[in-house]
């Protein structure tokens, strides 16, 4: 397994802050790693060069001095012995003597940045040797006097120069060689090491950086498809969610917060798939009509989802209340519906024999008006003949007679009219309020029940003009009684006239001529009651041929009701 496997598989089951962490710490560890080797092979290379000054270059600017102090004391032993002067002899000793402690000081610094003791030894006992032959020096010029042509003893003191001590400066010399050559076998040993070790340093630092880069680059990739794959399958589960669609799958194995959620979201989709399906199966099964019961898993209607099946519950508690109500309202505008019928055929049946009275009517009235057209002729004619005037006048006491009757029969006749009309305005309020109960039970049945409110709106109008001809029929009654009452005056008078021609025959042409004037009077209001009359059997006719309507609207509307109860009895209700 890979280092990219081996991350995936870590990371897969920690939380989104724990796999930053895990990141961030590995990428912490893997780019200490080089810093701190940077910072070892630093510290080595400045320590390499502290030592290459402190120990290697010392050492070489210690031997140089030592050098330039033999030197400089072979010089001043030189000097002394061609010295002019005692002062200058005495000076360029006393350097000599100088420059011995300064050898011994220097020697004694080398020494503590020299490692090889057999050497310093060497060295140290060449200025021991030199230091003896220096006292050793300053005792020969002391013995030795200076001349004019230099020191007395000058041929001992040069050999002693040349041979003892030219020969010890020179092993101090060869030692301080040997010295040196070993303090740069030394410092190069220690520079290659320093070299090497440096550059195999920075090799490693080199490859943490490179295992650093490639781990940040992995890690990055890993984490980035451990948070990035999550979210896109969550991300087109949404999508597809938003599109309406509730089949969805997210193929997610991670234990963090993504995973979680993604399994969240699964499982919600299986909530609402189910909600769905069973929304589905409630829906078909009120639209096949059966509303005795909503959703039978409620189960499924948790927490927020609890209120779509109080919906249903509630959309089929008041569908079916609502097809109970238009049921009862129906059975009632069915029984309604045959009372109306009833009544109607009742009411054609009281309109025909209306109808009848009237034309019993009309025909006594034309003949009362022909028997007033008659007794006006009489009238002229009784002017001319008294004798002629007194039959006339017995026979219009006959005719009066008969008069007096058909008035009283018309009296009788129109007073079963003006019950008849009575009985209409009746029949026409019981129907206007059959209609509008009608049309109140249809405004409750909604679009069902529109067509019967329809039917019920025609019987309401039906209603109106019934009662509305009744009130004329009624009005015309009242003015023909007015006319008959008329005419029985009228005729009491014409008798009390024809008496008073039996009484006096010479009074008879003024009276006659009087009976002509209230015959032609009596003849033109018995054509205004013929005119009338047949106003009233044309209202008659209306009111029965409005009777026969409405027997036919009651039956169309019991045949509707009757329809309805089936197309009610259909719906499975509570």
Request: hydrophobic residues 40%; proline residues 0%; charged residues 25%.
């Amino acid at each position: 397994m890979n280092l990219k496997d081996s991350m995936t598989k870590k990371l897969r089951n920690l939380k989104v802050a724990d796999k930053f962490r895990y990141i961030f710490k590995n990428i912490y560890i893997f780019t200490g790693l080089p810093i701190a080797i940077l910072i070892i092979t630093t510290v080595f290379s400045l320590a390499s060069t502290y030592t290459m000054y402190n120990k290697y270059y010392k050492q070489d600017n210690l031997q140089g001095e030592l050098r330039i102090d033999i030197q400089a004391y072979l010089k001043s032993a030189w000097w002394a012995l061609n010295a002019k002067t005692d002062e200058d002899v005495t000076a360029q000793l006393e350097n000599c003597q100088d420059k011995i402690e300064e050898l011994n000081s220097f020697l004694s610094n080398l020494e503590k940045v020299y490692d090889n003791d057999d050497n310093i030894s060497a060295v140290r006992t060449d200025i021991s040797t030199l230091s003896s032959l220096t006292n050793e020096l300053v005792s020969m010029f002391k013995a030795s006097e200076l001349t004019e042509t230099g020191q007395s003893d000058e041929s001992k003191i040069y050999d002693f120069i040349n041979n003892d001590v030219n020969t010890t400066v020179k092993k101090m010399a060869a030692d301080l060689k040997v010295v040196s050559s070993d303090s740069f076998d030394t410092a190069w040993k220690a520079f290659q090491t320093s070299l090497i070790v440096t550059f195999v340093l920075l090799v490693i630092s080199c490859l943490f950086i490179i295992v650093t880069v490639m781990f940040v680059r992995i890690s990055s990739k890993v984490l980035t498809d451990s948070i990035l794959e999550p979210s896109i399958e969550i991300s087109k589960a949404a999508k597809d969610m938003a599109d309406g669609k509730i089949n969805i799958s997210i193929n997610c194995d991670s234990s963090d917060e993504l995973g979680s959620m993604s399994k969240d979201l699964e499982k919600a989709t299986d909530v609402i798939k189910n909600i769905v399906e069973d929304i589905i199966k409630t829906a078909d099964k009120m639209a096949s009509g059966d509303f005795s019961s909503a959703s039978e898993n409620q189960e499924l209607y948790i927490a927020d989802y609890k209120a779509i099946n109080d919906a249903f519950t509630d959309i089929s508690n008041k569908l079916s209340s609502t097809l109970k109500n238009v049921k009862d309202a129906s059975l009632s505008v069915s029984k309604g519906a045959s009372n109306l019928q009833e009544v109607s055929v009742n009411l054609s049946e009281g309109t025909s024999s209306q109808a009848a009275a009237v034309e019993e009517l009309t025909a006594s009235v034309e003949l009362v008006t022909e028997q007033t057209e008659l007794l006006a002729k009489d009238a002229v004619e009784s002017m001319n003949s008294a004798n002629i005037v007194e039959r006339d006048v017995e026979t219009g006491t006959v005719k009066m007679s008969a008069v007096t009757k058909a008035m009283e029969r018309i009296t009788v006749a129109s007073s079963e009219i003006e019950k008849i009309t009575s009985t209409i305005e009746s029949i026409a309020s019981q129907t206007a309020l059959l209609s509008l109960n009608a049309s109140i039970e249809a405004a409750r049945a909604g679009e069902a029940g529109r067509g019967f409110a329809v039917v019920a709106q025609e019987i309401s109008e039906l209603a109106n003009e019934s009662s509305t001809a009744a009130k004329n029929t009624h009005k015309l009654i009242d003015d023909t009684m007015n006319e008959i009452k008329n005419g029985n005056a009228a005729v009491e008078e014409t008798t009390e006239a024809l008496k008073k021609v039996q009484e006096s025959v010479s009074a008879v042409a003024e009276m006659m001529k009087t009976s002509k004037d209230r015959a032609n009077a009596q003849a033109s209001s018995m054509k205004e009651i013929n005119i009338g009359i047949e106003q009233i059997s044309n209202v008659v006719n209306v009111n029965s041929a409005t009777a026969v309507q409405a027997s036919e609207v009651s039956s169309d509307l019991s045949a509707q009701s009757q329809g309805l109860n089936a197309l009610i009895d259909e719906f499975n209700i509570r």
